[in-house]
């Protein structure tokens, strides 16, 4: 909605430039075609640079063009309002040196027309004012883009704290279960195993129906405790779900619009602990990677599983711009990641979309 309403007021304030333009030129009573001519060119160039991607270039020409068309007039206060149009506009399309090369070139064209021509003192005062009011909008415009990209920053360290904080606590938790497990088998176990062992004697010696009754209890006790060690034991499977819950945590907090695709039987993989912190980690560099070097806030992920009944995944998005892909440090660490477990990383680009495609093998086997 934002790119149409500019495009709107863009269209109407080059409507009405030109509309008062060409009336001006009748007016006076000289040739139209001159003007139509030097006004399609500048048109043409204008409409050009979304397509050649070289805005410079294409200001410098239309600014040529400009002071070119003064010729066909003498006043040259009609074409004011198209140098302050195309002046101001160069703000938000130049960056940098370019915008300084093009203020400084549009500066020293306007003076070399104005030492061969007779301009008026208020057409100069015009201009300068059109130069001014240019370069404190371009200092505003560079202002404001650079608070924003520290506020972006911020909000990206924010955001890898935060994961960090959830991911270190959940390796807390889990190592917590391992050795709750650990000592309550290592301990009361042993000594329930030993108590059981004493009352099998002993009934066999005696043959009482009371030491039969406590070697039921103990035998009861023993299982309860087995019970207990293996359902601590498998609290470290967090699964699919939780991998999933924190992916929509990030997707809240970065803006993005995933969409999530689980294929059958997904969600029914036994994945472990270690297992579940590397898919969520290769998940969340795909995220950060389509926030980075995409336009859209789009995302798809696909999770399913393949033949060999490991754990499949797919993330794709548009892509920005055509350069070529380099493996920078987040695919690198991706690619570590999964291969530490067995798993493979595969990075594909068509002209519109960047997939990343892996699979994570499940109990130790193998992929591909």
Known sequence: MGVLKLFICRLICSVLIYGTLFIHTIHEGVAITSTLFLVTGILFFYFLM??????LINYIMILFLIILSNFTTSSHLYWLPLIGFFVVEA???LKGKQYYFFYAFSIAACIFFGIFHNIQIYVLLLMATIFVVSYLLFLYVENSLSKGAIYEQL???YRLLKRKSVEQELLVRAEERTKIARDFHDSVGHKMTS????LEIISIQNKTDSLEVAKDLARESL?????????LKSAETTGIQSVIQLIRKLEMESRLHIHFTLKNG???LPISNTESIVLYRVLQESLTNAMKHSHSKEVEVILGINSLHNLHFEVTNKLLSDRPVVQGFGLTNMEERL??????????RTEQQFILTGSI????LIIY
């Open 50 to 55: 979304p397509i050649i991607h070289k805005p």
């Open 91 to 93: 703000t938000f399309q």
């Open 155 to 157: 909000i990206m360290e």
């Open 195 to 198: 108590l059981l062992m004493q």
């Open 223 to 231: 299982e309860e405790t087995r019970y207990a060690v293996r359902q």
């Open 266 to 268: 997904v969600l029914s």
């Open 339 to 348: 291969k530490e477990i067995g798993g493979e990383l595969k990075v594909l």
């Open 361 to 364: 093998p499940i109990n130790g």
